[in-house]
């Protein structure tokens, strides 16, 4: 950091952009104002109604017709033993539906907290893993999800995102959902017995709303997810044990790929949309990777004009 602000870097921390006017090059923040020769705009999947609205104001043609729903499962290391070979083991299964970004040996499961277009809140699970310096929970958490495309009528994958957020909210009373592998299998919801008797083997890393998620998530998103679960079971023998734990929904947006005018992700002259809001990444290494491509474009831009 250091290093940067030697060479002229200046970094306002707790502000939000909110505004920009390409054709005066400003940008306006809830703190200030500021002038421009090129602008990089990468505000995440956090960002991503915030880049929508600012894509429709400016005009700038885009679609989001893409995203990925499912749930997280919750399992012991001696369940899913794989880990310990392949920390994030790929399947890749019918439907549309794979096991996506596995978290072992000190894996919690959390909720990011998104707003609707209308600042309604709503969640999506994730997972995460603390580094070797925390003691091991013997856990495992990783997602399945199925990849969803509209096409005909093209509708908004953010908006069936909010839809389906919001619904689960509903039954999860503000939070999200979690039910146990052995209660979803004899058609019950999980109540809070479901964590604590019986199917109790392990202490949920989330606490939120024991419930059926199968009153929430989509038929053909469901049905896909649980042939995969099947599926997996028959290569990870263990994996579908009734304490298992489903946790619902988590929701992935895809981005909302702009229309670039070159293939340095420039949207407008000198306005430039990276990462996962603009649907360049999914992941840490595009979005800087796609940082350096915006770069370059601003090099070259200024070489050719020079
Ligand atoms: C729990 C979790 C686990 C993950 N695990 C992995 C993994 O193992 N491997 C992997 O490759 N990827 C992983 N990812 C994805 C990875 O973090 C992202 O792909 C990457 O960070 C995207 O970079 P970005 O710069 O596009 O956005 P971000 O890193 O999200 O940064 C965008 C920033 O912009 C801010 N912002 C939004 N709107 C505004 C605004 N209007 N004004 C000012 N600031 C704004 C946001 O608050 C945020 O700080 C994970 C993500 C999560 C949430």
Redesign the pocket.
């Known amino acids: 950091m250091d290093r940067l602000k030697k060479r002229g870097l200046e970094i306002h921390l707790e502000?939000?952009?909110?505004e920009v006017h390409p054709k005066d090059r400003i940008l306006l923040?809830d703190k200030g104002k500021y002038q421009y020769d090129d602008l990089i705009l990468?505000?995440?999947?956090?960002?991503f109604s915030?880049l929508q609205d600012l894509m429709k104001r400016l005009r700038i043609p885009f679609i989001d017709h893409v995203l990925d729903i499912g749930i997280r499962l919750e399992t012991t290391i001696e369940q899913y033993p794989i880990v310990k070979d392949y920390y994030d083991p790929k399947f890749l299964f019918p439907d549309k539906v794979r096991t996506f970004?596995t978290n072992a040996f000190r894996a919690y499961v959390?909720q990011?907290k998104y707003l609707t277009a209308s600042g309604d809140p709503y969640y999506s699970v994730?997972?995460?893993a603390y580094s070797s310096k925390r003691q091991e929970n013997g856990l495992v958490n990783f997602a399945l999800l199925k990849t969803v495309m509209f096409t005909e009528p093209l509708a908004s994958g953010q908006k069936y995102a909010e839809m389906i957020g919001l619904q689960a909210m509903l039954l999860g009373g503000g939070r999200p959902i979690m039910q146990r592998v052995g209660d979803f299998r004899l058609g019950k919801r999980s109540t809070e017995a479901a964590f604590t008797g019986d199917l109790y083997f392990f202490e949920p890393t989330l606490h939120c709303t024991p419930g059926d998620i199968s009153l929430s998530i989509p038929a053909k998103i469901l049905r896909g997810i649980w042939k995969a679960m099947k599926l997996l079971d028959t290569i990870v023998p263990g994996v579908l044990h009734p304490s298992t734990i489903m946790y619902y929904p988590e929701i992935k947006l895809y981005g909302n790929k702009p229309t670039f005018i070159d293939p340095y992700f420039q949207a407008l002259p000198h306005l430039y949309l990276?990462?996962?809001?603009a649907g360049t990444?999914?992941?840490?290494?595009a979005?800087w990777a796609s940082g350096i491509r915006a770069v370059e474009g601003i090099l070259r831009q200024g070489n050719s004009q020079g």
């Open positions: 502000e939000t952009a909110s923040t990468a505000p995440g999947r956090r960002g915030f970004c959390v990011e994730n997972g995460h990276i990462g996962d809001g990444s999914r992941g840490i290494t979005a």
